[in-house]
């Protein structure tokens, strides 16, 4: 032990020397989202290697480039400004500049391309944006043809007013031809193998909001026509994976949430998988706590670049971020920023991958910086790379080792829980899927778990539930025998007058009751009011018992249903979420009651409010406890008794304000309702108080700050 210790310090140098390629620090931080959407700090994925400086890679340097590619050994950059299309090797030298070419014998030129792809056949293609066309060349920059404008017999397959400036390109294994075109909201435009357009695929869906449906509802035909269209965001860049399947992102607007990133198949159906516990989006909190606040807003995906294994990274142009997602969409791993540091971009444009190296490209000051995967990123995508070829305990290693680098990382247990799966350890991944959030597999593990047990159990099982009937219906009959000597006593003492009877007496028996209302509520609130079997005791008792089942239910509820987070679990918080809209309700209740010729007093609307929550205790409490034992396949039955509890004490307060208030049906559902809107009325007036009372809060030590400076 001792000897190996001494080669420590050697080791630890060596280290260092072969990793001194890595120059620059990260002028950024690394960070993932949890379950719960809050960043959580992370080793850093990928260091800044080297920046290659505009001036080094062409004579004038580059100007406004927009898009880069890597080809085998050659790098191609679409050198927009300068109307050129430069190829470099990996050392960053420059190979040739392509900036002219023979068009059938006539000289050509590009107008500002602003992309660049090279097929599996070893073909250039050139989106020649102001040129209105996709330039096909051989590597080498000899021409081979064309593909213009699209055109169509079919009517109305064009757009209006359609310009045909394209943007990006790619070609799949088929030589089927995608363009992205400038300012269209149609989809990615599809040509054959002859260059004949063949249509629009995956047009982004747009989500408007409930506003804009109503104002189409009510609007008129000539306001209809004045009001802006629903248009779908535009593809902002296009990227093909191993399979032929089609990588496309979108740089938000009105676009749904989770269909920033797309994943096409040839047919233009979306077919990503977003498993994750954040659709593929970029940023979910914006801005971060230690950022710069002036960058508002959700990311804006520019460019997308396709991985093995289904592992895919974006590029977020507003911050400078890159995201990386595996085949089910959870997040990897995030690095890069935007400053003017070195290791940093100003204007991310364009993402391209060099071996394990990636490339960013910026359109601003037309530097190339490339990151460097650490150990940490390495041993993410050899855990993914082991469980795509089957290597389990590979993977599991390497996830340990992960989760070794950095405890917060969630797929880290996952990857770990399901390397355990397999090797049927059940309970053990049990606990690896619950430290990873991760309730698909926790429930199919407890699934196996469950059978397991019953298996190995069975015999233990049935005996006792033999002698749980057994004991029950023992005791079953003597509580009858019991209750029927005491028969006589019981109606000498019911006779007897409430307030004789000891306090203690009469709270036991008021929450007794509360059974006998739940499952009999005309008689049952009628005796509450008229026979004074409630009391104000009781009901505060069964009150507070609301209250800690809730606070039960959101610490023990089980695992699959439980998405809160019990860290941050606050019993005050629990408390008045409880007793506020009870006190609310009961406040409501009485004053509308009064001015409807109810007959029900403050302490009757207490108390009988009180006993119609009864169903949330009786249901609640052994529910959270079932909870634990269910999984997701069964969680109707969870979410049915749950609903259940709730519709049964919404039933029992509409009933109990009926036979308190002595109201018929027809008027106890418009009070209801005229109730339900009161409460709004009162939470809006109390949010306006308490909005006034800050406004003079602040405004008042404004004063004081000014007055104190001035002094």
Partial sequence: MKRALGFTPLLIIAALVLSAQVVYGAAYRGYTYDFWQDPMPAPQAYLPEKVILSSDLANGGLRGPQDIFVAGEEIYIADSGNNRVVVADHNWDVIRVIDSFDNNGVADRFSNPRG???????????????????????????????????????????????????????????????????????????????????????????????????????????????????????????????????????????????????????????????????????????????????????????????????????????????????????????????????????????????????????????SITVYAPTEYAKSILKAIEYHNTGEYDKSAEMWQRVAHLNANYDLAYTGIGQSLMRQDRFREAMDAFRLGNNRLDYSEALGLYRREVLERNFGRIMLAIFLLILVGKLVSAARNRRRAAQYEAAVIVQALSTENKPLWQQIKEGVRYSLHVVFH????????????RGNVPAASILLMLVVLTYIIMRQYTGFIFNRRNLKELNILIELASVLGPFILWCGVNWALTTLMEGKGTPKDVYIFSAYALTPIILVNLPLTLVSNFLTVEEGAFYYFFLILSLVWSGGLLFFGTMVTHDYGGKKTFYTTIMMIIGIAIVLFLGLLFFTLIDKMVGFVRDIYTEFAFRL
């Fill in 521 to 532: 509520p005309f008689d049952g609130f009628w005796d509450l009011k008229r026979e004074k």
């Fill in 116 to 366: 660049v792809f090279v097929s599996a056949e070893g073909y250039l293609y050139v989106a020649d944006t102001n040129n209105e066309r996709i330039v096909q060349l051989t590597l080498t920059g000899d021409f081979v043809r064309e593909v213009g404008a699209p055109t169509s017999d079919v009517e109305g397959i064009i757009p209006e007013a359609f310009q045909y400036r394209p943007g990006k390109v790619v070609v799949d294994l088929a030589r089927r031809m995608y363009v992205i075109v400038e300012n269209v909201y149609d989809g990615i435009l599809e040509f054959d193998v002859s260059g004949e357009f063949k249509g629009f695929i995956g047009a982004p869906r747009i989500a408007p909001n409930l506003i804009d449906y109503f104002w189409r509802l009510i609007a008129t035909e000539a306001q209809k026509a004045g009001l802006a269209r629903f248009l779908p965001t535009e593809y902002s860049n296009i990227a093909l994976d191993q399979y032929g399947f089609i990588y496309a992102v979108v740089t938000g607007g009105d676009v749904r949430r989770n269909e920033y990133v797309r994943r096409l198949n040839p047919t233009g159906v979306d077919v990503l998988r977003r498993r994750g516990f954040h659709p593929p989006m970029g940023d979910i909190i914006y801005p971060q706590s230690w950022e710069d606040v002036s960058i508002t807003g959700p990311s804006v995906l520019q460019d997308v670049v396709a991985q093995d294994y289904g592992v895919y990274s974006v590029l977020d142009r507003r911050r400078g971020r890159v995201f990386t997602y595996d085949a089910e969409g959870n997040l990897l791993y995030v690095f890069g920023g935007r400053g003017e540091q070195s290791g940093v971009t100003q204007n991310p444009v364009a993402l391209e991958m060099m071996g394990d190296r990636f490339v960013v490209l910026d359109g601003l000051t037309g």
